[in-house]
């Protein structure tokens, strides 16, 4: 059973900065795909960044320049560095990943979820 643990959030004000860390031990030997994914109140799940086993990352345009991931040299921890941090951020922050060469869109799609962080910005 594959298990995925975040730790990390919390509230802070607007511009401030927060660091997500998901502990995901059993990808370092394989072909996967890591990725954070949110959920804000009453709106659908958005994949915000992601990474793949060769280490190239994505991110959704609403988190470019001001989020990014990255795994520690084990693989076995994902990050995500978050700053310059907006009231639109706040969500519960989740660590998924997928097995194989594909990185979904479709947030379905993803295999393995932790149990979420939350993220709260105040202006």
């Known amino acids: 059973q594959v298990q995925l643990a975040e730790s990390g959030g919390g509230s802070v004000q607007v511009g401030g900065s927060l660091r997500l860390s998901c502990l995901a031990p059993?990808?370092?030997?394989?072909?996967?795909?890591m990725a954070w994914i949110r959920q804000a109140p009453d709106k659908e799940r958005e994949r915000v960044a992601r990474?793949?086993?060769?280490?190239?990352?994505m991110y959704a345009d609403s988190a470019k320049g001001r989020f990014t991931i990255s795994q520690n040299k084990e693989k076995t921890t994902l990050y995500l560095q978050m700053d310059s941090l907006k009231p639109e951020d706040t969500a519960v922050y989740y660590c998924?990943?997928?097995?194989?060469?594909?990185?979904?869109?479709?947030?379905?799609?993803?295999?393995?979820w932790g149990q979420g962080t939350q993220v709260s910005v105040s202006s």
């Open positions: 998924a990943a997928v097995r194989g060469l594909g990185c979904p869109k479709d947030v379905t799609l993803w295999d393995y």
């Open positions: 059993g990808f370092r030997d394989s072909s996967y795909c």
């Open positions: 990474i793949d086993s060769a280490g190239y990352t």
